[in-house]
T-cell receptor, first 117, second 115 residues
Framework: AQSVAQPEDQVNVAEGNPLTVKCTYS??????LFWYVQYPNRGLQFLLK??????LVKGSYGFEAEFNKSQTSFHLKKPSALVSDSALYFC???????????????FGTGTQLKVEL | DAGITQSPRHKVTETGTPVTLRCHQT?????MYWYRQDPGHGLRLIHY???????DKGEVSDGYSVSRSKTEDFLLTLESATSSQTSVYFC??????????????FGPGTRLTVL
């Protein structure tokens, strides 16, 4: 079974400060990990993914995420937050060892990021 | 949202009526998915398709059926809508993992209200 947890329903940060949105996962094998962002009344937009290799993954809009196997975490980070980053962020996981099953993802419950002036 | 459209975008219906939502893609991706999004639950997979006429259940498939008669279209049907099916429905597409481009891409969503 695969699962993912986003322990914070909401994260508040001041513009210009660094931000972190937390994600931990559980899989039987090795993970594929994804971050998506959702703006109001829009679909989910892909930000970045970890497949293998470098533990620090860089994505769209200046976001990056760090894969930590020992802590089973994949936290999303940005060095300097913008008001326009305010949105709902989802972490998702798929067990790399699972074959078939249509590449199903399991999503977290989402974290609302609010960036204030 | 490019390459994926969903129709209708908004729908209000009454309990007990049938409802069909359509997902259309122009990317020729093999896999298609239907999710529902509810507060506190994130996205949950309803059904998915791994090819024309090939579909399988997700984690919340009760009360839903799907059909895929051609690559570009994936239909989600609520045979008899209930208030618990009030939600926002998202379609997604992807290619097989072996293609190396297996990221799922999402449509704009359909907001369904069942009265």
């Amino acid at each position: 079974a695969q699962s993912v947890a986003q322990p914070e329903d909401q994260v508040n940060v001041a513009e210009g400060n660094p931000l972190t949105v937390k994600c931990t996962y559980s899989v039987s094998g090795n993970p594929y990990l994804f971050w998506y962002v959702q703006y109001p009344n829009r679909g989910l937009q892909f930000l970045l993914k970890y497949i293998t290799g470098d533990n620090l993954v860089k994505g769209s809009y200046g976001f990056e995420a760090e894969f930590n196997k020992s802590q089973t975490s994949f936290h999303l980070k940005k060095p300097s937050a913008l008001v326009s980053d305010s949105a709902l962020y989802f972490c998702a996981v798929r067990d790399r060892e699972l074959t078939g099953g249509g590449n199903k993802l399991t999503f977290g419950t989402g974290t609302q990021l609010k960036v204030e002036l | 949202d490019a390459g994926i459209t969903q129709s209708p975008r908004h729908k209000v219906t009454e309990t007990g009526t049938p409802v069909t939502l359509r997902c259309h893609q122009t990317e020729n991706h093999r896999y298609m998915y239907w999710y529902r999004q509810d507060p506190g639950h994130g996205l949950r997979l309803i059904h998915y398709s791994y090819g024309v006429k090939d579909t399988d259940k997700g984690e919340v498939s009760d009360g839903y059926s799907v059909s895929r008669s051609k690559t570009e279209d994936f239909l989600l049907t609520l045979e008899s809508a209930t208030s618990s099916q009030t939600s926002v429905y998202f379609c997604a597409i992807s290619e097989p993992r072996t293609s190396g481009t297996d990221t799922q891409y999402f449509g704009p969503g359909t907001r369904l209200t069942v009265l």
